[in-house]
């Protein structure tokens, strides 16, 4: 046995890992004034007022006990409606959905459940920043597969069977995806799935941005047959419903997967939030038209940005969906860190390098868009007086 190494107080594994590249940036920007920020990955609604409504209320009527762990079967049972109804997706609220602190608790929990000690997951990038740590925390090994933007951001076919060894374990997917906004439909998902089912993969599909799919219908990789008995949805609250700072998510799953993830989450957690529970309930019964309008709003904006990113010179691809704009900087010369530090240094707007996502996000920057026209417009000025005294 190797002797404990004297003085070092932190586990290997959390030691391996690096801090939120957005967060370090951000820091810098909180200390500035007259700040334009692109930078937060969270809509500018409030919850709506119902929502808002039903989580007093149920104060009011002092639901201040624990839930079940796999949440209020009532709210489970809203959940699994509304994923047949949006998506076409059968899940049994009984056994296969779990109510977690956000789709955070969601991704570590999935995660946990299937990975043994060296087992490689393919992370499929530019993407959400957690998901190689959470790998790597559940003693996983992550494998880094880029696309770009070439590809429209999509997961090529050929690019997942080289990624693929005797040790590989499953997939991480996230389509509409952060940063790009690149959604994949029916048939690109379909030519995944065969390799999936060939090498006998699991997938955990973040699915949190489904609503916001501007162009035709969200495609879930459950939906192709086959699929539904191998893959973990990971969605929740935060994004369609406004809801980041309710902490509220779920996950869905075969009941194997998720009787696993259960008694990850009961020992951690023991169940989300009672009120945020009870304001969930009312947001699917009866928020999908604030829903409908926010969507609405976003997909404006992007029409505006990203034509307009094109108009100054930074090429930008459409997204299919999510709230970010994800333009290309190769033209200016710089890195996206020198790009977005010195963007914010000289014209003090807040964009997020596309390197901190992975491979394939390297000379281009992440522009949210989930804040008001007239920043977004006064952004634009200012991105435009900046690369052109680069000039
Ligand atoms: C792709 C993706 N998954 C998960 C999350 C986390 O969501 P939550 O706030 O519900 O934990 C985010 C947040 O930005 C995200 O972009």
Redesign the pocket.
């Known amino acids: 046995m190797t002797p404990r190494t004297k003085g070092i107080r932190t586990s290997k594994l959390v030691n391996e890992i690096q801090p939120s590249g957005i967060r370090k940036f951000f820091d810098l920007a909180s200390s500035m004034d007259n700040i334009i920020s692109l930078g937060v990955?969270?809509p500018d609604f409030i919850t709506p007022w119902s929502v808002r409504e039903a989580c007093i209320s149920s104060l009011e009527r002092g639901y201040t006990a624990y839930t079940a762990n796999a949440g209020m079967l009532e709210l489970r049972v809203e959940i699994s409606n509304y994923l047949k109804k949006q998506f076409q997706l059968p899940y049994d609220p009984k056994n296969e959905i779990i109510v977690t602190?956000?789709?955070?608790?969601?991704?570590d929990i999935a995660l946990r459940a299937i990975v043994d000690p060296g087992d490689e997951v393919i992370v499929v990038e530019p993407?959400?920043v957690?998901y190689a740590p959470l790998v790597t925390l559940a003693g996983g090994k992550p494998v880094s597969v880029g696309t770009s933007v070439e590809a429209n951001f999509r997961l090529m076919p050929e690019q997942l069977r080289a990624a693929i060894t005797p040790m590989t374990k499953a997939i991480m997917v996230?389509f509409p995806?952060?940063p790009t906004g690149s959604t994949m439909n029916y048939d690109e998902l379909e030519a995944i799935a065969k390799i999936v089912e060939e090498y006998d993969l699991l997938v955990i599909s973040?699915e949190?941005?489904a609503e916001m799919t501007y162009d035709g219908n969200h495609a879930s990789i459950a939906n192709i047959p086959g699929m539904r008995e191998r893959t973990i949805i990971?969605s929740?609250?935060?994004?369609a419903f406004a809801m980041?700072g309710w902490?509220?998510?779920f996950v869905i799953a075969p009941s194997d997967i998720t009787s696993a993830m259960l008694k990850i989450h009961q020992y951690t957690m023991m169940c989300a939030s009672t009120m945020a529970q009870h304001a969930a309930i009312e947001a699917l019964q009866n928020g999908m038209d604030d829903v409908g309008k926010m969507v609405q709003s976003y997909k404006q904006r992007r029409n505006y940005f990203v034509k307009s990113f094109d108009e100054i010179g930074l090429p930008c691809h459409v997204p299919g969906g999510?709230f970010y704009a994800f333009p290309s900087i190769k033209n200016t010369g710089l890195t996206s860190d020198q790009f977005a530090e010195q963007l914010l240094l000289t014209e003090r707007v807040a964009v997020v390098p596309g390197h901190v996502f992975g491979s394939g996000g390297e000379g281009h920057i992440r522009c949210s868009y989930a804040t008001s026209l007239d920043n977004l417009k006064e952004a634009v000025t200012r991105i435009d007086r900046f690369i052109n005294t680069l000039k």
Request: no cysteine.
């Open positions: 990955g969270e602190v956000g789709a955070s608790e969601a991704l993407t959400f957690s996230s995806n952060n973040d949190i941005y990971i929740g609250f935060s994004k980041t902490r509220l998510g999510a």
